[in-house]
């Protein structure tokens, strides 16, 4: 069914590769029902929507596309929702803002089964795709350094060294070695082999404790938000949503679809530059924002720590699939999730040497040619910088076609390209993010 022998994998790695996934990304389900707490939106309720929407989306991810890719609430649309569209503008509420979602869920649906967003796929330029997969690397690096401590922020220089004598970053830094020598002897398995014994060691040292037990039941405290998309559309048009709804629709298409192309590329999936079954993968995010809008949880995107599971050797949906099937599991295991991934330097050690794996892709870039090599520069350098990877892409599509006219190669630029960076140059100049 997943193909394993034609994609050189086998279960045992998939299945890994799946745990590995799993553990570096299930925070999730901790940080978005925190993050959208400050909306007003109940813990319990946007727990177990996370969980319904990350199960739906990657288990498309898995049976149609057979993409080892993992599907959740984006992070950054979470703190746009609850921030800008919800704190920042009067007499919306949070299920007026749910509405917004959903409706832009619905619009992405249909965007997904034309052939417009993989036709998006192709037109990005090779150089920027190699841009988008290097930016991701050192995006993910830099989340992986912060989350523990090691880079922390500074008040004249934005960010600098932490204290490394921290129990947090002590932990990453040990982690990170342990890691890093089962990788080098070639152990399979070794970025969660790896987690496993940072784990360990925060238990023994008192870092990781489980106080509030291992076990409680999943619940929606408000039933389902949404159940009625004439409601909600004109919740949209009552509110003159219309930006918000723009705002969501360009962000999340662009986090995927470059997401997709970053973990897409390091697992040597893309043929001739192009992404197969690129319409099953796209509609994966785009059905589970739909849903996960319902039960009340911000835009699901594909997930940048998919990447970890593809360097442990994930090559096909089966690694979704195991991804999905620990989600679903998470739900009745809501105290220990809660408390494994409260501790960050577990999971960091893997996001760090992923980063430095995906980071390779800057070698295909051609740096002897300005027009091609500074818009790949800019999403490299403006992903991590504004914790932002549609905002990278953006400053990638804006500064591309122009570089190309002043070239007088205007020709090469794919027509969906102008379009974008007017787009996008509405987006980061007019309007919130």
């Given at each position: ?6 994609n050189?994998?086998?279960t045992?790695?998939?299945?890994l ?14 940080v978005?029902p ?40 984006g ?71 912060r989350?523990?401590?090691i ?8 960010v ?41 060691i ?25 159940g ?9 048009i009552g ?30 999936l ?12 796209l ?5 589970a ?14 997930y940048?720590e ?20 620990l ?9 220990l999730v ?10 960091a050690?893997?996001?760090i ?13 051609k ?30 599509f ?21 379009i ?9 100049a007019f309007?919130?993010?």
């Open positions: 069914m997943f193909k394993l022998k034609e050189q994998t086998n045992k790695t998939e299945l590769a799946g745990i590995t996934t799993f553990f570096t990304m299930v925070y999730i389900v901790v978005n925190v993050i959208l707490a400050d909306a007003g939106v109940p813990f319990e309720q946007v727990f177990t929507a996370t969980i319904i929407s990350a199960v739906v989306g990657t288990l498309w991810m898995a049976l149609f596309a057979n993409y080892p890719i993992a599907i959740a609430p992070m950054g649309l979470n703190a746009y929702f609850a921030y800008s569209v919800v704190g920042g503008q009067q007499n919306i509420n949070y299920e007026t803002a749910f509405a917004a979602v959903f409706i832009a869920g619905i619009i992405f649906v249909i965007l997904s089964l034309t052939p417009f967003r993989e036709k998006l796929i192709d037109a990005i330029p090779e150089n920027l795709k190699y841009g988008i997969s290097a930016g991701i690397g050192l995006f993910i690096a830099f989340i992986g350094m989350m523990t401590g880079i922390v922020a500074h008040p004249s220089n934005l600098g060294l932490g204290d490394l004598q921290s129990p947090s970053a002590l932990l990453a830094i040990v982690g990170l070695a342990v890691t890093l020598i089962l990788m080098a002897l070639r152990i399979n398995g070794a970025l969660f082999l790896g987690m496993i014994i940072t784990g360990l925060a238990f023994l040292t008192n870092q990781l404790s489980f106080d509030q037990g291992f076990i409680s039941l999943p619940s929606l405290p408000e039933g389902l938000l949404i009625n998309p004439i409601t909600a559309l004109s919740a949209v509110h003159s949503l219309y930006a918000v709804v723009f705002s969501f629709i360009l962000v999340t298409i662009f986090d995927t679809t470059g997401t997709m192309i970053g973990v897409a590329n390091q697992a040597g893309m043929k001739n530059g192009k992404l197969p079954r690129a319409r099953q993968a509609l994966s995010d785009s059905v924002t739909s849903i996960g809008a319902m039960f009340g949880t911000s835009p699901t995107t594909a940048i998919s990447t970890s599971g593809v360097a442990a050797g994930g090559r096909t949906g089966l690694t979704s699939l195991t991804v999905a099937t989600f679903f599991l998470s739900a009745f295991f809501g105290p809660s408390a494994v991934s409260g501790i960050s330097a577990i999971t050690p893997a996001l040497i992923v980063g430095s794996m995906m980071m390779g892709s800057i070698a295909k870039i740096w002897d040619e300005l027009d091609e090599a500074f818009p790949a520069f800019l999403v490299i350098l403006s992903m991590p910088l504004t914790s932002s990877i549609s905002t990278g892409i953006a400053l990638g804006i500064s591309y076609p122009i570089l190309k006219m002043v070239k007088g190669k205007w020709r090469e630029v794919h027509p969906l390209l102008y974008f960076a007017v787009l996008f140059f509405y987006q980061l309007l919130p993010h």
